[in-house]
C-alpha cells in the first residue's frame, strides 16, 4: 500500500508551501527566458508589420515608375458624338469630319417558315468569312431553332436569332459580332430559304481630315475607334457629321495623385520606423527596434531616395518625413513632361562610339538595375521576315494567304482583279486581323514585309495551299550589354542576367549594317539613372525580398531566436518538474522518519508507564499483632 502523505501532518511545517517557494526561486530563470523571448517575438512582429507597410509602398513606387503608362493629358471633343481619351503626355489636336461609322454585316432570310421545327437546312452549313476563311458546321436536324444554336455555338464570331414576323412566320436572321467591311460573310447550305438578304453591309467607320484636296486625307477603322491615327489620343465616332476638333491637354493630376500616394505610404513607413526604435527618456524604456541597425538602415534609404532624386514636386521635412506640392509638380510637367517623368522613373542616355550613327534608347528597367553606365555591343541585327510571290501563279479565283501560328489572313483573287487590288485587299485584312504584314507590288509579283523585326513576327505566304519564297527570314538581335550577353527580341536587347548590375534593364536598339562593320559591334554605352519612384521600388526589394531581404533576414533573425529560447524553456519545465518531484520524495521521506519517530517514542512511552503499574500493585505490607 502507497503512503498518504499530509503537508506537514507530522513535522507540523508547511512542506508544500516550502516546495512551491523552492521551485520558483528555480523558475526565475524560467522567466527571464520567457521575458528575452517576448522581446524578440514583439521584434519579430515590428518587423513583419513593416515589410507589409514597404510591401503598399512598393507596389505603388514601381506602378508610379512605369512612366509610358501615366495618364499625363485629359482629352475633350467638340461634339457630343465623339467620345475622346488621352493616351500619353502629348498635348495635341486634330479636326476632322466623320464620313462613314462603321457597321457589322447583318443578313436575314428572304422568306419565312411556319415554325422553329421547319426543316431549313439538309445538311452542314459553310460559312465563308470576308477574309476567305471557310467553317463547316453540323445544322443537327436542320430545323431553324436546331440551325440557330449551331450557329451560336460555333465560335465563328456570328450570332444568330429565329425573328418572329408574323404568326406562325419566322426568319433566319445572323449577324456578325464585329464592325468593319472584313465583318461580311456568306451562308451555304440552307434549304428552306430561297435566299438571304444584307440587312446591314459591314462598313469601316472613315473620317476626312484637311479642307485642301492637294492635301487632305481620309483614314478608316474597322471599329468605330481610332486609336492610332495620332499619338497620345483615341477617339469614337457613333454618326457622321463635320468639323469635329479633338485636343488633348497636359495635366498631371492624375499623375499628382499617384505621387501623393506614394508620399504617404513612404511616411507611414517612416512612422512605422520612428515608433520601432524610438526610446523615451521619461520611462526609460524604447520601442521593439530600438538600436536595431536594420530598421535605420532603412529609414535613411527611403531620406536618401528623396534628397538625391531632384523630382519635382517632392521634397523632405525637418522632422524628417516627405512633402508633395502639387502646384510644384504640375508647373514642371507642363513645362517639360519628358524630363519630369525621367526624374520618377528613370533617365538614359546613349554615347555612341567613334564613326557610328547607332542609336540606343531606353525601354524598361526593374527594381533590380543598378544606376551605371553599361557597354552595348552588338553582334548581329534583327530582320524583318520577308516573304515573295509570284504574280505568274495568280488567276481568277486563287486563294492567297498569309498564316502565322492558328493566324491567318487570306484573299479569294476576283476576275477583275489587278495586282494593286490585290495587294490593297490583303493590306486591309491584314490590318483589320492585327497581322502586322505589309504587301506590295514589286519585283516579280507580290512581297510581304512584316512590320517588326524579330523570329516572333515570322509568317508564312501561300498560293491555294501551295508555299512561296521566303526571302528574309525574322531574326532577333544578338548581342551585350555591360560584356554580358542579354537576350534578343527583335530591336531589343534586354539583360537578364543577375551577373550584370544591369540586370532587368532593356533597350531598343537602331543600327545599321555599316555602324556593326565600323565599331566591330561595340556602338558605344548607355547610362541608366532611377528616378524616385525606380529608387523607392528597388529600395522596397532589397527590404524585402524573400530570403534575402534585409528586413526578412532580420525577422528570420528573431523568429529563430523566439523557437531557440522556446526549446530552452521546454527544458526548463521537464527541470522543474523534476526539481519538484525530487523535494516532494524529499519531504515525505522527512515526513515519513519524523511520523515514525512520534510512533516509537509513544511506543516508548506507553511501555514504561505499564511496567510501573504492575510492579506496584505485587508489593504486601505486613502489620503487627
Request: aromatic residues 4%; without cysteine; charged residues 10%.
Amino acid at each position: 500500500m502507497s503512503q498518504l502523505s499530509i503537508s506537514g501532518a507530522s513535522s507540523g511545517v508547511d512542506t508544500a508551501s516550502i516546495i512551491n517557494s523552492l521551485v520558483s526561486v528555480q523558475q526565475n530563470q524560467q522567466r527571464l527566458l520567457q521575458n528575452q523571448q517576448a522581446k524578440y517575438q514583439k521584434a519579430a512582429d515590428t518587423f513583419g508589420t513593416l515589410i507589409a507597410t514597404l510591401g503598399t509602398l512598393g507596389a505603388q513606387a514601381t506602378s508610379l515608375s512605369t512612366t509610358s503608362s501615366w495618364q499625363g493629358a485629359t482629352a475633350s471633343s467638340s461634339s457630343t458624338g465623339v467620345t475622346a481619351t488621352a493616351t500619353g503626355n502629348l498635348a495635341t489636336s486634330i479636326t476632322f469630319d466623320v464620313t462613314a461609322v462603321a457597321h457589322a454585316h447583318t443578313v436575314i432570310s428572304a422568306d419565312t417558315v411556319s415554325s422553329l421545327n421547319a426543316s431549313v437546312a439538309a445538311g452542314p452549313l459553310t460559312i465563308t468569312k470576308g477574309d476567305g476563311s471557310t467553317l463547316t458546321l453540323d445544322s443537327g436536324s436542320g430545323s431553324l431553332s436546331s440551325v440557330v444554336a449551331a450557329i451560336n455555338a460555333s465560335n465563328s464570331g456570328l450570332t444568330a436569332a429565329a425573328v418572329r414576323t408574323g404568326p406562325n412566320a419566322y426568319r433566319l436572321q445572323v449577324g456578325s459580332t464585329a464592325t468593319g467591311a472584313a465583318s461580311s460573310f456568306t451562308i451555304d447550305g440552307l434549304t428552306g430559304f430561297s435566299g438571304l438578304n444584307v440587312l446591314s453591309q459591314g462598313t469601316d467607320a472613315q473620317i476626312s481630315v484637311g479642307s485642301n484636296p492637294a492635301t487632305a486625307y481620309t483614314a478608316t477603322s474597322a471599329s468605330n475607334t481610332f486609336a492610332d491615327l495620332v499619338p497620345g489620343v483615341s477617339f469614337t465616332v457613333s454618326k457622321p457629321e463635320t468639323a469635329v476638333t479633338v485636343s488633348t491637354a497636359l495635366d498631371g493630376s492624375n499623375v499628382a495623385g499617384d505621387i501623393q500616394r506614394v508620399v504617404d505610404s513612404a511616411n507611414a513607413a517612416l512612422s512605422a520606423v520612428t515608433a520601432a526604435t524610438q526610446w523615451n527618456v521619461t520611462s526609460k524604456s524604447g520601442g521593439p527596434l530600438v538600436g536595431d541597425s536594420t530598421a535605420r538602415s532603412l529609414q535613411q534609404g527611403i531620406l536618401n531616395a528623396v534628397s538625391g532624386s531632384g523630382a519635382p514636386g517632392v521634397s523632405l521635412t525637418r522632422n524628417g518625413t516627405l512633402t508633395f506640392d502639387k502646384a510644384a509638380f504640375a508647373k514642371a510637367f507642363q513645362a517639360d513632361p519628358v524630363a519630369t517623368a525621367a526624374k520618377y522613373g528613370a533617365g538614359s542616355a546613349f554615347t555612341p562610339a567613334s564613326d557610328v550613327s547607332a542609336t540606343a534608347t531606353f525601354v524598361s528597367a526593374t527594381s533590380s538595375t543598378r544606376a551605371g553606365s553599361y557597354a552595348v555591343h552588338v553582334d548581329k541585327l534583327a530582320n524583318r521576315e520577308q516573304w515573295e510571290l509570284d504574280s505568274g501563279q495568280l488567276s481568277s479565283g486563287s486563294v492567297v494567304s498569309l498564316s502565322r501560328g492558328s493566324q491567318s489572313v487570306s484573299y479569294t483573287m476576283l476576275p477583275t482583279d489587278t495586282l494593286d487590288d490585290v495587294t490593297t485587299e490583303l493590306n486591309t485584312r491584314a490590318n483589320a486581323a492585327g497581322f502586322g504584314v505589309t504587301a506590295a507590288t514589286g519585283g516579280t509579283g507580290l512581297q510581304f514585309t512584316a512590320n517588326a523585326s524579330g523570329a516572333g513576327s515570322a509568317f508564312t505566304v501561300a498560293i491555294d495551299g501551295n508555299q512561296q519564297t521566303q526571302t528574309t527570314a525574322g531574326t532577333d538581335i544578338q548581342g551585350t550589354i555591360d560584356g554580358v550577353a542579354a537576350t534578343g527580341t527583335g530591336d531589343v536587347l534586354s539583360m537578364n542576367s543577375t551577373a550584370s548590375r544591369a540586370q532587368g534593364l532593356s533597350i531598343s536598339i537602331n543600327a545599321l549594317q555599316s555602324d556593326l562593320d565600323a565599331s566591330n559591334g561595340d556602338l558605344g554605352s548607355i547610362s541608366y539613372k532611377p528616378g524616385l519612384a525606380q529608387k523607392l521600388a528597388t529600395l522596397v526589394l532589397q527590404q524585402t525580398q524573400s530570403g534575402t531581404g534585409l528586413l526578412v533576414s532580420a525577422q528570420t533573425g528573431q523568429t529563430n531566436q523566439v523557437k531557440s529560447l522556446q526549446d530552452q524553456i521546454d527544458a526548463w519545465d521537464l527541470r522543474l518538474t523534476s526539481y519538484r518531484a525530487t523535494l516532494q520524495t524529499q519531504f515525505t521521506a522527512m515526513e515519513t522518519a519524523i511520523a515514525s519517530l512520534k510512533s516509537a517514542a509513544a511506543s516508548m512511552g506507553l511501555s514504561t508507564g505499564t511496567s510501573s503499574s504492575s510492579s506496584s500493585s505485587g508489593t504486601t505490607t505486613t502489620t503487627g499483632g
